[in-house]
């Protein structure tokens, strides 16, 4: 069974661009969270989508939007990008069924550098 | 406010001998709580859970224990063994949430000496 498989693993970008990052969860996974992973903040939550719909955010400026698809898949945009968006992004996906929680398996992250 | 801590940034423990590594959580709605390993520039990878209404759980050399009195909770990897070394995460969840999201420590890097 493949795993989560983030794309691309790794990239560079410009201040003020923007970025698309990809995420394709588990097969069978619905439940799909990003997360920011910086040296100083750890990993924090940014959001999750369950159905096509987001169901949390985390404490991050507009500027980070998200979406998943009707395969599950989804994916991260960030506008404006600014240089202490510079980090290891990752996605996590969770079969999400029966209303218990079920386990988080995260993927390789998108390690993004913005300069 | 930092809601789950893992107060020993690093560990050192000898081959074959017991690490323990330590998370304490101040959020009383927490009824999730997984244990994750990390190498550098890779994703997390799930070890081990355990829900509210047990206090303990075991897979193999590893074992979750859970005091929800005390809002703490431990891992012991027994015996530890050199490919144990990592950057070892403490998460968190609120089912009754309605969402999924995950609250991590900041990290314990565990070192085990040959």
């Known amino acids: 069974k493949a795993g989560v498989t983030q794309t691309p693993r790794y990239l560079i970008k410009t201040r003020g661009q923007q970025v698309t990052l990809s995420c394709s969860p588990i097969?069978?996974?619905?439940?799909v969270s990003w997360y920011q992973q910086t040296p100083g903040q750890g990993l924090q939550f940014l959001f999750e989508?369950?159905?096509?719909?987001?169901?949390n955010k985390g404490n991050f400026p507009g500027r980070f939007s998200g979406r998943q698809f009707s395969n599950s898949r989804s994916e991260m945009n960030v506008s404006t990008l600014e240089l202490g968006d510079s980090a290891l992004y990752l996605c996590?996906?969770?079969?999400?069924?029966?209303?218990?929680?079920?386990?988080?398996?995260f993927g390789q992250g998108t390690r993004l550098t913005v300069v | 406010d930092q809601q789950v801590k893992q107060n020993s940034p690093s560990l050192s423990v000898q081959e074959g001998r017991i690490s323990i590594l330590n998370c304490d959580y101040t959020n009383s709605m927490f009824d999730y709580f997984l244990w994750y390993k990390k190498y550098p520039a890779e994703g997390p990878t799930f070890l081990i859970s355990?829900?509210?209404?047990?206090d303990k759980n075991e897979d193999g050399r590893f074992t979750v224990f859970l005091n929800k009195s005390a809002k703490h909770l431990s891992l012991h990897i027994v015996p530890s063994q050199p490919g144990d070394s990592a950057v070892y995460f403490c998460a968190a969840s609120d089912s009754g949430a309605g969402s999924y999201q995950l609250t991590f420590g900041k990290g314990t890097k565990l070192s085990v000496i040959p």
């Open positions: 989508y369950f159905s096509e719909t987001q169901r």
């Open positions: 996590a996906s969770s079969l999400a069924q029966g209303g218990s929680y079920t386990e988080a398996f």
């Open positions: 355990i829900s509210s209404i047990k």
């Open positions: 097969s069978g996974h619905r439940s």
